[in-house]
């Protein structure tokens, strides 16, 4: 009852102050449905026209399982390879777990700490008599800081939504050149089994025809270590394949059964004409993410130094009242401050380091605006380039092959030329359609790199190992013969 009545003595206007003001100041302090997400679903939609999932509850789990069970049943086209990625990369769902992180410490900055109740009983054992002290204080200073404590955490929670809408566009274009390398190099595989059939013919004809004496030892040992060498260079991209499809593998977050599945059996043909792509400088200083979550990081670097400011001095004032008793006699009323006091630090050093990293910031603007400029001629140049090189063997190179290889034909039939001149030709034809396979698939990766350089490249892409800027192709001089 002593307590009671002790409590409702207490100075009026400090209790309705500190409540009204803790009150107004949470009352904003609450989650978002959608954790921040609803930008990330956004850029995956504008940018790639794919849909984001975060995977937050078992019923989320069990339908993103039925939907890549449902695209991995036909042959695996580009464009259902990254979604796959966008929704059952377990790195990538990590990484959308930032979101509710950066919500958190948002929410959690417009709360009021708790206030403190001490209490303190001395006893005077002589005297037979004791003392009761206890004070109940309020954080005041956290209270007035609240309001730019929360401006910082939202900033924050801004940068945080970009960077991580900027690593779900990492992972698709990652996945893109993954599928990209794993399609190329299973295509090499397929004609490389088919010079294998070539040499191999022509490996056992000249046996055949040295052990009748019709053929020298030294040609038929031309032939046969060409067929020994398209053995091994077959096994090296077996093996590359194996890779590029393990890569795409880890990006789609597979395993068990859906391992099973099928790549189309080649690449999408050359578009008609490569689009211009005026003033991509521009369209990437307004587009990349990377840039943006720089300038939000910028700002909330400057809103840390206004409040690194305002606090310079002090850090810790609480505030409340507080009341003493003597063993049978009546409460003495009173307050209780808890006051940092700048003596030895004045906080001109946290000032100082706070300046420092605002400084920083905004260097790292500036370094990687020019880094992305650089970055967007780069891509474009090589996406030009590697467009008119596919064209050139597709217009030029395979078709004057194919007629070449039609005269020889003729030739042979003639009694004009041996069948070994036959085998090399074919060999010749082949390989200029494994170069256009190259060619194609190095337009394919130079197209996915000028997505990623309009919209920025993350640091590290979630679940991309082993990357390669260009598969491992088998090179042209062994397939050309001898």
């Known amino acids: 009852m002593k307590a009671t009545r002790w409590f409702s003595s207490l100075p009026r206007r400090v209790l309705l102050a500190v409540t009204l003001g803790s009150t107004v100041l949470s009352g904003c ?42 695209r991995l049943a036909a042959p695996l086209a580009e464009a259902d390879a990254v979604q796959i990625a966008l929704w059952n990369n377990p790195g990538l769902q990590a990484v959308y777990d930032d979101l509710g992180i950066a919500e958190a410490d948002l929410v959690q900055a417009g709360r009021l700490p708790n206030p403190h109740l001490g209490y303190l009983r001395t006893r005077n054992r002589g005297a037979g008599s004791g003392k009761d002290e206890f004070a109940l204080t309020f954080p005041i200073m956290e209270l007035v800081t609240m309001p730019l404590r929360r401006k910082v955490e939202a900033a924050r929670f801004e940068q945080v939504k970009l960077e991580v809408s900027l690593q779900t566009l990492g992972v698709a274009h990652e996945t893109q050149r993954a599928w990209v390398s794993a399609v190329t190099a299973e295509q090499t595989v397929k004609y490389l089994e088919e010079v294998k059939v070539a040499a191999e013919a022509a490996a056992d004809l000249a046996r055949r025809m040295a052990r009748a004496g019709n053929f020298n030892v030294l040609d038929q040992m031309r032939e046969q270590v060409f067929y020994a060498e398209v053995i091994a260079q077959l096994a090296r991209a077996r093996q590359a394949s194996l890779s590029e499809r393990e890569r795409l593998t880890r990006l789609m977050g597979l395993y068990g059964k859906n391992l099973r599945f099928k790549l189309p059996e080649r690449l999408p043909d050359l578009p008609g004409a490569p689009p211009e792509m005026t003033e991509v400088e521009a369209r990437a200083m307004e587009q990349r993410l990377d840039i943006q979550a720089a300038r939000r990081d910028t700002e909330a670097v400057a809103n840390a130094l206004g409040l690194t400011k305002v606090t310079r001095s002090i850090n810790v004032f609480d505030l409340g009242p507080a009341g003493t008793r003597e063993d049978g006699g009546a409460w003495n009323r009173g307050f209780e401050i808890a006051l940092e006091i700048p003596i030895f630090d004045w906080g001109s050093a946290r000032v100082a380091r706070a300046e420092a990293q605002y400084m920083q910031a905004v260097k790292r603007v500036a370094a990687q605006a020019v880094n992305a400029r650089s970055e967007v001629r780069e891509a474009y140049a090589d996406y030009r380039s590697t467009f008119e090189t596919a064209k050139h063997y597709r217009d030029e190179i395979v078709p004057l092959r194919a007629r070449i290889s039609e005269q020889n034909l003729l030739r042979y039939n003639g009694m004009l030329i041996s069948v070994f001149e036959l085998l090399a030709d074919a060999r010749e034809q082949v390989a200029s359609v494994n170069a256009y396979i190259e060619a194609l698939g190095e337009f394919w990766l130079a197209e996915a790199n000028m997505q990623s350089a309009m919209t920025g490249s993350p640091s590290a892409v979630p679940g991309a ?6 598969p491992a192709f088998v090179p042209m001089s062994v397939l050309a013969g001898h």
């Open 29 to 70: 302090s609450t989650f978002s449905k959608d954790g921040g997400f609803a930008k990330v679903q956004e850029t995956a939609k504008q940018h790639l026209g794919k849909d984001a999932r975060w995977i937050r509850s078992d019923s989320d789990a069990s339908a993103v399982r039925d939907a890549v069970r449902e």
């Open 465 to 470: 190992m082993a990357q390669r800027e260009r």
